[in-house]
């Protein structure tokens, strides 16, 4: 993800030194979780770093600048350790929905998670579009292998796997993660899926009570 347009000074009072653009980074993070894109003050996010407004506005001239550099700054691990790919769905599916759990209670998630509710905005869309395509694609990618190695059948609508699995995973808002419910949530979804009932059916999903391809593309990506 490129930084937007706009010319950055280069100034004397701290804006070059990578301990005060760590501290900002930080805080600007600290910000979208609190107050998301629209609510996000350049000034709230000084006095967070503990450095004055003109150090901010030095670096950083506006606010979609600074937040496409704090989106940068937590999705680098994230794209640094790809979801897994250890060649059978179950295990890759709890693996990865327990990462994405951990992923959304820290502070990183709570942010991402404030731009995802925003992502209609054009400007949160133009700084995070994508990441969560590519993510996105990297989870179906998980299900689209089963599908190669036939452990599902060839008409399985990826999507609506994973779909099913984050309903049910969500579902429960404990304050630690269960690895007995994740699993059951992944084994009942695949099983589900192996029998045929998550299939793709003339622009319909031949599931129990699913509603239109088209209006369930329309719902919220993944957090990561």
Known sequence: MSPPGGRRTKGTL?????VVVRKVLDAAIGELARAGYAGFRMDEVAARAGVNRTTVYRRWPNRRALVTDAVARMWAPVRSHPLPD???LEPDLIEAFARRWTFGRRLEGRAWARL???RLSPDVRAIVGDAIDERRAEWRAIVTRAIARRELPPETDAQLVLD???AIVDARRAARLDPAWLEAAVRTVVEGARAGTLARASGRVRATGAAPLSRRRAGRPDRA
């Not at 701290?14 to 990578?18: D, P």
């Open 14 to 18: 701290g804006g070059r030194s990578a």
């Open 86 to 88: 250890r060649g059978a």
């Open 116 to 118: 995802l509710d925003e």
């Open 164 to 166: 099913f699995v984050r």
